[in-house]
């Protein structure tokens, strides 16, 4: 009876999920979009690999730019060590508001906060909205033609460190060809990619792994 389809994954989590158990809300919107409704989340394959990366990088500050319903938020969230954050931006209010009932949900709330506004506007801000200096970990997950113009931002506002690791979804479908020339050849990044599927289908996707090298 949700009237959109974030309304629609979050009244079957709040029905069918564990309220508190962050592991669970990630296996149940996964059962939901690959049982009821497809959803543009990262999903579980490529999911594994970004818990991968998260566990290998295992960064004390997170941004992810798009939130969607908050799936990677708590994908992401669920694996940060105690007093790591993740600050996640999303434009489209609606979406957001899902978003906030699904970290919460999970239990993440004093991990993970949404920030509602658009990236351009929202990233010359973080510094003095959030007391964060650097980010130790990017997650791209928003606009596709909005990942490289937004990558040169968080440069030119000194939110990158030697090291920082940009992860990227959604490379190869619905592709963003212009963030991945950027980053394969810029000297200012070391790159790598994970070959994978579109989430919830069989079709060929990937994540980019770049690291900043300053
Ligand atoms: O457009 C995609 N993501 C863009 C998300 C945009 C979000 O950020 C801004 C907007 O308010 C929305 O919440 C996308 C699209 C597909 N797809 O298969 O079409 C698959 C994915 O994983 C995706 O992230
Ligand atoms: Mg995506």
Request: with cysteine; aromatic share 8%; proline share 5%.
């Amino acid at each position: 009876t949700g009237r959109t389809r974030p309304e629609r994954l979050l009244q079957y989590l709040q029905k069918n999920g564990t309220r508190g158990d962050a592991n669970n809300v990630v296996d149940t919107i996964d059962r939901f979009c690959g049982t009821v409704e497809w959803a543009m989340n990262v999903g579980g394959e490529k999911g594994k690999i970004v818990d991968k990366v998260v566990l290998e990088t295992n960064p004390g500050t997170v941004l992810e730019l798009g939130t969607y319903c908050g799936y990677s938020a708590v994908r992401m969230g669920r694996l940060l060590a105690p007093g790591s954050r993740l600050i996640t931006l999303e434009m489209n209010p609606a979406y957001a508001k899902v978003a906030k009932e699904v970290i919460a949900f999970a239990g993440l709330d004093k991990q993970v906060e949404v920030l509602v506004g658009s990236t351009t506007e929202l990233i010359p801000q973080l510094k003095k909205k959030l007391d964060i200096d650097t980010f130790d970990m990017i997650f791209l997950d928003h606009w596709k033609q909005s990942y490289l113009p937004d990558t040169k931002l968080l440069e030119e506002c000194g939110l990158l460190r030697k090291g920082t690791v940009l992860l990227a979804d959604n490379v190869i479908c619905p592709g963003t060809p212009d963030y991945l020339q950027y980053v394969r050849s810029s000297p200012k990044y070391l790159s790598q990619h994970f070959p994978s599927v579109l989430e919830y289908t069989n079709a060929p996707d990937g994540l980019e792994k770049s690291v900043y090298l300053g």
